[in-house]
């Protein structure tokens, strides 16, 4: 059974800078997508950052490109998310997320590949 618990949300004033991380456990295979993913107050749930586990392959929106990093650990299979340069705008939940083993690294942008959520850890930006 695959589990995802996240960490290192928090409160953070505009150009501040935190770092999130998520561990996986329960994984017998590679060769899958893992990424963050965001839900503010009546608004829907919108892609973060992605990576491939076994490719060399990022995406970011386009609202967070350049501000936050993806990253993965795969000796300690834990998901990294820093982020820096923070605004209001991205005050949310942030949650990790993985696919299920073998979907190709090309689908991994794409939010209907993510089968495994964490239980989400709250980011709040004051300006």
């Known amino acids: 059974q695959v589990q995802l618990v996240e960490s290192g949300g928090g409160s953070v004033q505009a150009g501040g800078s935190l770092r999130l991380s998520c561990t996986a456990s329960g994984y017998t295979s590679r060769g899958y997508c893992m990424g963050w993913f965001r839900q503010a107050p009546g608004k829907e749930r919108e892609k973060v950052a992605t990576l491939g586990t076994d490719h060399p392959y990022t995406d970011y929106a386009d609202s967070v490109k350049g501000r936050f990093t993806i990253s993965l650990d795969n000796a300690k299979n834990t998901l990294t998310l820093q982020m820096s340069s923070l605004k209001a705008e991205d005050t949310a939940m942030y949650f990790c997320?993985?696919?299920?083993?073998?979907?190709?690294?090309?689908?991994?942008?794409?939010?209907?590949?993510?089968?495994?959520w964490g239980q989400g850890t709250q980011v709040t930006v004051s300006s």
């Open positions: 997320a993985t696919s299920r083993a073998s979907v190709p690294w090309v689908l991994c942008p794409h939010q209907k590949v993510y089968t495994y």
